[in-house]
């Protein structure tokens, strides 16, 4: 914020971004902690908190389910095309029982997502807006996630497939096959801002519990580096 001389914050003002701004970075730890959580650190030290979705798909029994992709090594803008056109001929081949579902998506890292975008000007797709339903432009752009040509099914951006150690792994299956779990049925449960006088200071707490799981491993095609 910026002040001319003589001015003063507002209290309500400065909750409203104080609030705004816990609340988005709670919103990029569930996100990551959904993906990339795992107790023994496998994929951030930061998230150990549990285990999420891909320590499930590396390290479990679901494993031996899943569908491994052929391609393996970083999605670039020279190869993109082919390593989405192999992993969608592996569902058609693989688990054709799934082609009717509605919410068949790839999920990807920013990086990945990139490099898909810039080969789709390559290849001079450039009708498909970015995040825009039916190729129509309109005011509810998101701008990561876009409906692969041709096909039936989307490709979106996670923050939790970011890191370093995850960046180059792609999880396609139906949206509905992946679940999250949370202990609080609000957002606003065990989320409280107070301000302690005695210090001097703004104090923020929230606690949750969360965790992820898989339906039907055997659903799923894995991309796994």
Not at 49 to 75: K, M
Not at 84 to 102: K, T
Request: charged share 15%.
């Amino acid at each position: 914020m910026l002040f001319r001389s003589g001015e003063t914050l507002d209290p309500k003002e400065f909750a409203e971004a104080y609030s705004a701004d816990k609340l988005a970075k709670i919103q990029q730890s569930i996100e990551n902690l959904f993906w990339a959580g795992a107790v023994s650190g496998t994929y951030s030290s930061a998230y150990t908190q549990c285990n999420g979705l891909l320590y499930i798909l590396d390290s479990t029994s679901a494993t031996a389910s899943l569908i491994n992709a052929t391609w393996s090594g970083a999605v670039t803008s020279a190869n993109a095309l082919d390593v989405f056109d192999a992993m969608w001929n592996q569902v058609n081949s693989s688990i054709p029982n799934i082609l009717g579902e509605p919410d068949i998506t790839a999920f990807v890292s920013h990086p990945t997502f990139t490099a898909l975008t810039q080969a789709l000007r390559k290849a001079n797709y450039f009708i498909n807006y970015i995040g825009v339903p039916d190729g129509k432009t309109s005011d509810t752009f998101t701008g990561w996630e876009l409906w692969y040509p041709n096909s039936n099914f989307k490709v979106v951006a996670t923050v939790g497939l970011d890191f370093t150690t995850t960046k180059n792994k792609v999880v396609m299956t139906p949206a509905h096959n992946l679940w999250a779990g949370f202990d609080n049925f609000k957002d606003a449960a065990n989320f409280s801002i107070w301000y302690e006088q005695f210090y001097d200071m703004v104090n923020f707490r929230s606690k949750w519990k969360q965790g992820a799981a898989l339906v039907y491993p055997q659903y799923i095609v894995y991309k796994a580096s």
